[in-house]
């Protein structure tokens, strides 16, 4: 909403080497997360075909290769 | 460079919740375009396979053996409830990457509004991501693909969505690389130039996977993979805007000092 461009502070975090550490972890996490979704085959998440079944649909229409 | 001026940035951890935040209303709202377009879609082909398999079933004269509802491990409508999950959780990871790769890489932009950064990194993404494997690898409909060859197919998909991203940094880092003053159209032409030579070398290189049956309705065919792709358009076009919002919230309200004392 507020217009005024030149008021306001660039969002530019700094970045220290801790932030760093924390980021490689989280995009680890984030990786796993989307591979749970558009890869396992029930490897990974120990639920057998289950949940590669439960998103069998979201898979097709995200564009990932299914069966 | 000081710009931030005399305001703390705000944090990482800031910055990725509101990702994480953009990512499920991004996933949520592909999945109600997927849900609303692509599932009458995926019925079709499903139809398809279904009758392709009684029809081997009869022609092998075994009556024991059946696709339907009862002996599936989810049923149909199981499937598309895990739509929503499955579109939901990606775009809560995608959501992720996306405020991870701007708390990295937001001081080397030369874009000074933040929304506007954001916005370039989820086009870049969409891009990369998205359009470039898109017409190498179409997605497929259910009653396409053979099942032995998935392995393959997975790997030649993950190495064109690397292909992709790596053309689109290609296509930054060329672009920059002309000198300083130089006109609009050298700059776009160089890094138009970058992108197109990785991509063509990507398309040439991967092997061509062409699993669709000569009996599979084209026009099926054609619609599935427009909806797919409506899915993904609109999974991170919200991403990019929900989280430019959020972020132009965050940089409103922030107030020098302490950068996580934010409350949304």
């Not at chain 1, 796993?32 to 990974?44: K, S, T």
């Not at chain 2, 999950?85 to 080397?108: H, P, Q, S």
């Not at chain 2, 470039?132 to 259910?142: A, E, L, Q, S």
């Amino acid at each position: 909403m507020p217009k005024i461009e030149a008021a306001r502070p660039l969002i530019t975090p700094a970045v220290s080497a801790r932030t760093l550490w924390i980021a490689a972890a989280v995009v680890a996490g984030l990786l796993l997360l989307a591979y749970l979704v558009a890869f396992d085959q029930g490897a990974v998440s120990r639920s057998g075909m289950y949940l590669h079944e439960l998103m069998h649909d979201g898979r097709h229409l995200l564009g990932v290769p299914c069966h | 460079m000081s710009l931030s001026g005399n305001r703390t940035a705000p944090g990482y951890g800031a910055i990725l919740l509101r990702g994480l935040l953009a990512g499920l209303i991004a996933g949520l709202l592909a999945g109600v375009f997927a849900y609303s377009f692509g599932e009458p879609k995926v019925d079709a082909a499903i139809a398809i396979e279904q009758a392709n398999a009684d029809a081997e079933v009869h022609a092998a004269g075994d009556a024991g053996h059946s696709h339907d509802d009862e002996d599936a491990l989810v049923s149909r409508d199981g499937q598309k409830g895990g739509l929503f999950l499955a579109t939901g959780l990606y775009g809560v990871a995608m959501g992720g990457l996306l405020a991870t790769a701007y708390t990295l890489l937001r001081r080397r932009m030369r874009i000074r509004d933040n929304g506007r950064a954001v916005l370039g990194l989820a086009g870049g993404a969409l891009l990369g991501l998205v359009l470039v494997p898109f017409v190498k690898y179409p997605p497929n409909p259910p009653a396409v693909g053979d099942p032995s060859t998935i392995n393959q197919r997975t790997i030649s998909y993950l190495s064109i969505v690397v292909i992709g991203l790596v053309a689109v940094w290609a296509a930054v880092l060329a672009s920059r690389s002309v000198r300083a003053g130089a006109a609009e159209w050298l700059r776009l032409t160089a890094g138009l130039g970058a992108f197109l030579l990785i991509v063509v070398v990507g398309y040439v290189l991967l092997p061509t996977i062409d699993e669709v049956p000569g009996t599979f309705p084209p026009s099926l065919l054609y619609s599935f993979r427009v909806t797919s792709l409506g899915t993904q358009v609109t999974l991170w076009l919200v991403l990019g805007l929900a989280l430019s919002a959020l972020l132009s919230r965050l940089s409103a309200v922030n107030v020098p000092g302490k950068s996580d004392s934010v409350s949304v």
